[in-house]
């Protein structure tokens, strides 16, 4: 079975400064890859997935997330963070039908 | 178009107390999962109705139990609550199965004393 492994439990960053969320998962030979954001005492939302075809793939609020096959990779990257993106970060692949999630990133920006 | 509402939003029980956690979605989607939170191990799938009338374990289903009433509603029930099941309980819906997006609810947390 698939799983992902997310490599940092927090990363804190300066406003306006780039962050980069790190996200490896199992290989296999189709992989369904998701990102998703968790604000505080809330419930999930559905940032980006990559189904197939272009490994950059755009998402909403300024997000981004890049597949990479050879190093079996899905990191997520944001130019410039607000302090409104402090918030729990899940990348996730679909197994078996199924979505497994990995541990989750708390992304803390500071002013 | 409240999307998906579950209900208590907080409870505590003694430890062998039963309670049913409900869900309800206005989307219109066939398919619907209940989730467990705990701090440092992500979301883990406790069971799913992919559609109307069908339910499947997920990774966690030991000591729940699950009824899909029609296809706005999913319920999850504790038999006999235990401490290792305090935690936050979150519902969602999706259009179709997990290429889809899914929507979750607000959560529930539990605490078994």
């Known amino acids: 079975a698939q799983s992902v492994t997310q490599l940092d439990s927090q990363v804190p960053v300066f406003e306006e400064a780039p962050v980069e969320l790190r996200c490896n998962y199992s290989?296999?030979?189709?992989?369904?890859l998701f990102w998703y954001v968790q604000y505080p005492n809330q419930g999930l939302q559905l940032l980006l997935k990559y189904l197939s075809g272009s490994t950059l793939v755009k998402g909403i609020n300024g997000f981004e997330a890049e597949f990479n096959k050879s190093q079996t990779s899905f990191h997520l990257r944001k130019p410039s963070v607000h302090i409104s993106d402090t918030a729990e970060y899940f990348c996730?692949?679909?197994?078996?039908?199924?979505?497994?999630f990995g541990q989750g990133t708390e992304l803390s920006v500071k002013p | 178009n409240a999307g998906v509402t579950q209900t208590p939003k907080f409870q505590v029980l003694k430890t062998g107390q039963s309670m049913t956690l409900q869900c309800a979605q206005d989307?219109?989607?066939?398919?619907m999962y209940w989730y467990r939170q705990d701090p440092g191990m992500g979301l883990r799938l406790i069971y799913y109705?992919?559609?109307?009338?069908?339910?499947d374990k997920g990774e966690v289903p030991n000591g729940y139990n699950v009824s899909r009433l029609n296809k706005r509603e999913f319920s999850l029930r504790l038999e006999s609550a235990a401490p290792s099941q305090t935690s936050v309980y979150f519902c969602?819906?999706?259009?179709?199965?997990?290429?889809?997006?899914?929507?979750f609810g607000p959560g529930t947390r539990l605490t078994v004393t």
């Open positions: 989307m219109n989607h066939n398919s």
């Open positions: 996730a692949v679909r197994t078996g039908g199924k979505l497994i």
């Open positions: 290989s296999s030979v189709s992989v369904y």
């Open positions: 969602a819906s999706s259009e179709g199965g997990t290429l889809y997006e899914q929507y």
């Open positions: 109705s992919a559609s109307e009338g069908t339910t």
